[in-house]
Structures are given as C-alpha cells and as structure tokens.
C-alpha cells in the first residue's frame, strides 16, 4: 500500500472540502443575495440561458449547460472562442448568459462581454473578482470565494472548478424548483437507458383484465389456488363485494398454513389484510423500491380502492429497471 498517494489524495479531499465550506458561507451573505437575483432573472427570461467559460470553466460550463437543460431550464452553451466567428448569432436579446471566469479576466470573453452590452442581454458572471473585467460588465456577480487550489503549486484548477461546478448545480435546482419542475418532467427529457425506464409509469408496464389475479372474498382456497396457478404471478387479490381488494394471498401465506386442511378453508383465514398497492401514475423506480425494500414480488395496481391491474418484479427486470 503506497500511503504517499492515499495522503496526497485525502489532502485534496480536504482542500476541496474547505472551499465548499466557505461556498456554503458565503451563500449565507452576498453570494445568496446574488443567487436569488440570478434566479429570478433566469425565471423572468423569454429566452434561453446562454452558459459560457474558456478553459476548465469551460468544461464545467458545459455540464452546468447540460443539467440546466435536463431539469427544465432551456440552456445552451456558447464558446467564447467561436462567438467572435459567429456563433455570437445563437444569443438572442430574450437571452440570459451566464460567463464563468475565476479570475474574470478571459480575454476569450471580450466578444460575448461587448455583445451582451451593446444588446442589452443580461449578463451574470460567476467570478472570484467581482471587480474583474468580467464583474464590472455583469449586471449580477456571484463572487465566489478566493479558496486555495488542490494543486500544490497553485496553478491547476482544482478547488476553483468545484466551487464552479456546485455552484451551477445549486442555481439549477434552485430553478428546477423554481418552476415546479416534477420527476415525470424529467422523464421527458430522459427517456433512454435504465433512468429512463425508472421514471415511466406502472400503467406501462402492469397486466390488465383477465390476467389480473383475483377471487372474492369468501372463496375456497382450492378456487384460489387455480387462480394462482394459472396466473403465474405467485399470488392472488381477495376482492370485496363491490370489488375492492381487501387482502393477498401470496406463495408465503402457502407455506405458513401448510399444516392442516388448506384446501378446505377460506381465502379469508388465509389472506394477508393491507396489502402494499401502488396505482397506476406510480413511477416504476418508486414500485421497484417498495418491491426491494418489502421482500416481496408483486404489487396490485389500485384505482379508487379496486384493483386494475399487477405489476411483477419480472416485468421490472425484464425492461431493465431492476
């Protein structure tokens, strides 16, 4: 084990902890004041939100740009370099740009900086100098604080990028809720791979009309055990007279009352009362968490009280949510 590189590694954990300290502090102060200027002002806007930065900014701008967009902030980001080439046509004047910098002296910059003023687009700059090239254009600063690099020599970026990129991960959760942004929101914009598949509905998924296992309350256990049977889904509802579930009958009640005359006796004594339902506007990854959590492999499906359909933790493996 080379403890040289575990303590060069917890060093820069520790660094980098402070200076989000210090973000965090700093949020209790001006930097909150600007925060929720900048909030509002994205809110208010038409348009969309213009990210920019050159360098390690850049690359953090570009994340900020892609979680601005899938949180239901309409964002795009614009290359400093390539503004001044005519990229500059993207911002339009119901436009907000948001321009990172820490030292807010970007000459890369200069373009977007003249554009914003000449056509009066709202600049926010996020900056460790406020009194920068860059801050003195912006209409509102995040002034982030001055924290010490991880790099040893004080040239990488390092602690200055985090504070950057929580930064943006803070504004756009502050907008995402801002605008009532919901989890089926995000689906919309996220409908590839296993994310995807966790925010569809159960109604996408669940087993309707005749395959839904049911028997009415009262019936033999030798009915519902055919029921089960064909089905296949190791369990069976107990339905009311006005057809509400009341209970569940699930291969474990089996195999708790295995002992004496089962066949003989009701779905009553045997059914497990209360049993956990979901209904049908329930996002899969909340049915696959009640599935783990409660050891069990099916849910009925309710609407109103009455059982429309089932949803198995095969049909949760098999597209890929489980």
């Known amino acids: 084990m080379d403890t040289a590189i575990r303590t060069s590694a917890l060093k820069t954990i520790d660094i980098e902890a402070r200076g989000l300290a210090l973000l965090r502090e700093a949020l209790g102060g001006a930097l909150g004041d600007a925060v929720e200027a900048a909030v509002a002002r994205i809110l208010g806007a038409k348009g969309r939100l213009i990210v920019t930065g050159m360098g390690k900014s850049g690359h953090i701008c570009r994340k900020v740009a892609a979680t601005l967009a899938s949180t239901g902030t309409p964002a795009y980001f614009v290359h400093p370099a390539e503004a001044g080439h005519g990229d500059l046509g993207m911002i339009t004047a119901d436009d907000v740009v948001l321009a990172a910098s820490w030292s807010g002296e970007s000459t890369e910059l200069a373009a977007i900086i003249a554009y914003a003023g000449r056509f009066r687009v709202p600049l926010i700059a996020v900056t460790s100098d406020a ?12 002034e982030l604080p001055k924290a010490e690099e991880a790099c040893p020599h004080g040239l990488a970026p390092t602690t200055s990028t985090v504070l950057q990129l929580a930064l943006g991960d803070a504004l756009a959760i502050a907008l995402l809720e801002g605008r009532g942004f919901t989890a089926r929101d995000f689906g919309v914009f996220h ?5 995807g598949a966790s925010l569809r509905q159960v ?65 009553d004594e045997i059914m497990t009362a209360r049993p956990k339902t979901v209904r049908p506007e329930t996002l899969l990854a909340r ?11 099916a849910l009925f ?22």
Do not use: W, Y
């Open 131 to 142: 009194g920068s090239t860059l801050g003195r254009a912006a209409d509102i600063v995040l």
């Open 287 to 297: 049915a696959i968490e009640m599935l783990s959590s409660s050891s069990i492999t």
């Open 203 to 267: 109604r996408d998924v669940m087993h309707v009309g005749e395959m839904v296992p049911l028997v009415a309350a009262g019936a033999a256990m030798r009915d519902a055990l055919g029921v089960m049977n064909d089905r296949r889904f190791g369990c069976v509802g107990v339905v009311d007279g006005e057809g509400m579930l009341v209970g569940i009958i699930t291969d474990g009640d089996l195999r708790r009352h295995l002992t004496g005359d089962l066949l003989g006796r009701t779905v």
């Open 301 to 322: 499906v309710l609407q109103e009280g009455r059982p429309v359909g089932i949803v198995h933790m095969h049909d949760l493996l098999r597209i890929g949510v489980a």
């Open 191 to 195: 409908p590839g791979g296993k994310l």
